[in-house]
């Protein structure tokens, strides 16, 4: 007949429907179909790519352990004394920058006393401040010292016993640590900055021993001649 015909719809490429579609935040919104055209799509599996390969899990550190043993020509309980005393670390060990006790010092059982301290550390390449919980055991017949790492930016934990055993007239002196070093590509430098340390603090304790056995017999001196 004579009546015109409708006119073809438009092409579908052209076409806009209103699809609904859920957001990450699980709301509910609408996109055009040029959205989920295969362009819009390898945006969003780069973005999950993106997101995905951002994600990287925390690995185990490198643990090490460290001991040393020396007999010092001391008492037990002098030498206990001394390395008890970790507020004035700064004033005799090398490499302490500063050392401060944080917490009143507590008394658990059996006569444990227990106290948190902060102590800063530099040597070379490597530096540190850290935070410890020590426990100290003076009714032990070996009257031991634990201390464990609790705040560390370079460790992921550190254990540390001491124990102070009598062998007559002198004390033989036992440290042990146990450390797991956050970051095992720098382990090796930090195990050899370590290793030196503990020589030379080692040294340093029996130093400081000994100027105050050797203060303590000038003070008695000068007392008797009064």
Not at 33 to 49: D, E, H
Not at 76 to 92: L, N, W
Not at 100 to 118: R, Y
Not at 148 to 158: A, F, H, I, P, Q
Request: a positive charge; aromatic letters at 8%.
């Amino acid at each position: 007949t004579g009546s015109a015909r409708p006119a073809p719809p438009p092409p579908s490429s052209s076409r806009r429907i209103a699809m609904p579609f859920a957001s990450t935040s699980g709301a509910v919104s609408f996109l055009s179909s040029r959205a989920l055209q295969p362009g819009a799509r390898r945006v969003g599996r780069r973005q999950r790519r993106s997101f995905i390969s951002g994600w990287v899990p925390k690995l185990p550190g490198y643990r090490h352990q460290e001991s040393r043993n020396k007999v010092l020509r001391h008492p037990p309980s002098t030498v206990f004394e001394v390395v008890s005393d970790v507020g004035r670390y700064q004033e005799f060990l090398p490499y302490i920058l500063s050392s401060k006790i944080i917490t009143p010092m507590c008394t658990l059982k059996n006569g444990v006393k227990s106290f948190d301290a902060e102590l800063s550390i530099g040597f070379q390449i490597w530096s540190d401040h850290f935070k410890s919980r020590v426990e100290l055991h003076p009714e032990h017949p070996k009257r031991h010292i634990y201390a464990r790492c609790v705040e560390s930016s370079t460790l992921n934990s550190m254990h540390t016993i001491w124990s102070f055993e009598p062998t007559g007239d002198s004390t033989n002196v036992n440290f042990r640590v146990n450390m797991e070093i956050s970051d095992p590509i720098k382990a090796g430098a930090i195990i050899q900055v370590f290793s030196q340390m503990a020589d030379a603090q080692m040294d340093a304790f029996e130093d400081e021993i000994e100027r105050i056995r050797r203060q303590s017999e000038a003070v008695e001196a000068v007392a008797g001649n009064i």
